[in-house]
Structures are given as C-alpha cells and as structure tokens.
C-alpha cells in the first residue's frame, strides 16, 4: 500500500479480478503488512483472504430496512425549468464539473444553493470558486447564481436551523447529490455518516414538503471504468 491511494487501489483490484480470476477486497491492500509478496501469496491461496477481511453484509442488510418514515403526495413538475437548484459535493472534482455545466444549460435566472461544509470563519463561496479556479472552470459570471449555504451532510437537517431548513425545502425544485466521502479504503463504518446518513438526509428534504423534489443521485462509482 506504500504511495498508493484509494483510486489505485480499485484499479489494482479489477486488473487482479480481471486478469487472475481472484477478488481482492481494497481493504485488504491498505493492510499496513501488504507487500508484493504477500500479494502474489494471496492471490496463489485466495482462502487466506477470509481470515483479513470482515463481511459487511449483515449491516447492508440491517441499513437497508430503515424506514424514512415519509410520505410523498405530489411530484414537482419536471416539465419546466428550475428556479432554484439544490447541489451537494461541489467543493469535489466531480461536484465542480457538474456545477460548472449545470450553470452553462440551465437559464440565467436559475440560481444554485450549493451545501458546503467549512468552519464558521470561512467563506463558503470562496470554497467553491477556489476548487473551480483550480480546475480552470470558474467564470465571474457564475457567482450572481450561486448562493453557498453553510452545512453538514452528516448532521440532521444538515446542521441548519428549522427556519433555514424549511425555507430551502419549499424554494428548491430539483437536487442533484454527489456530495460524498470518497475513500475506497475506508471500511463501511467510517463513510456510514457521510456517505449513507447524507443521502438519507437528501431524501428527508426531498420529501419535506407535500411535494416531492426529484432527486438526481451521483456516485463515484458510476464514473470508474472497470474494463
């Protein structure tokens, strides 16, 4: 695991499963004794994988029966154009694409509430034009339609006060979520919050008001070739 990261990671792991015929789970890379020979000994003997690696699937199956404990009665019409568009994850580098094309095919007059997650001190729309600056993405233009709102995937209501929640619940007509924490390595246990709590909270605000906001969902894992 010396030098690499998580993306490496899922990549070594499809070319091994691809090439070799053995699944090497990523946490298994990561383990601090992995070596080249410890990897060849391995993917020889795929039975000593068990022993390392612990199976997740009872949680899964736990989390998947949550209930939300909501209800939908109406749908937004998706007909029209949004006035107002809810966007997670855009201090990321696919967030900042998104935003960046979302802004350029949406009407002038659509305005983007972007959830960010920093300390009270700092600006939140400086985080986002900073991360596209850095991308070579920023134009000036994009700063009348984009208006940060300070918060936390993690937390109930993302940390916002009711008024603040309910307000953003019955302004917005469309989400688009690809907020995450993107770790590879991590084991389900440390993203639980981030990456399953947050998109339940999505869908808590989606389905806040009596009509219920279409929610455009965007995982990492979509944009992985595996080929």
């Known amino acids: 695991a010396n030098g690499g990261d998580s993306l490496t990671a899922v990549r070594l792991s499809r070319l091994i499963e691809n090439d ?34 612990h199976s997740i699937v009872p949680q899964l199956l736990i989390d998947s029966q949550l209930d939300l404990m909501i209800t939908v009665d109406r749908h937004k019409n998706i007909d029209c154009s949004p006035s107002t568009v ?3 994850g855009t201090t990321g580098f696919v967030g900042a694409f998104l935003l960046a094309e979302l802004l350029s095919i949406y009407p002038s007059e659509c305005k983007f509430i972007c959830l960010i997650r920093c300390e009270t001190s700092t600006n939140p729309l400086d985080r986002i034009k900073q991360n596209m600056l850095f991308y070579q993405i920023w134009k000036d233009e994009f700063q009348t339609r984009i208006i940060p709102l300070q918060g ?6 993302f940390g916002l006060d009711n008024e603040t929640y309910n307000t953003l619940a019955n302004q917005i007509d469309l989400i688009f979520h ?21 998109t339940r909270e999505i869908i808590r605000l989606a389905c806040y008001s009596s009509t219920c906001i279409p929610i455009h969902y965007i995982s990492t894992m979509s944009v992985l070739s595996f080929g």
């Open 178 to 198: 690809c907020g995450a924490m993107v770790n590879f390595a991590l084991p389900y246990n440390k993203l639980y919050n981030s990456n399953v709590g947050g």
């Open 86 to 88: 809810f966007i997670t």
């Open 152 to 157: 936390d995937l993690e937390k109930g209501c």
């Open 20 to 53: 070799l015929g053995t699944t090497i789970p990523i946490n298994v890379l990561f383990e601090p004794t992995m070596t080249l020979q410890r990897l060849k000994t391995l993917i020889n003997d795929p039975s000593q994988i068990s022993s390392m690696s």
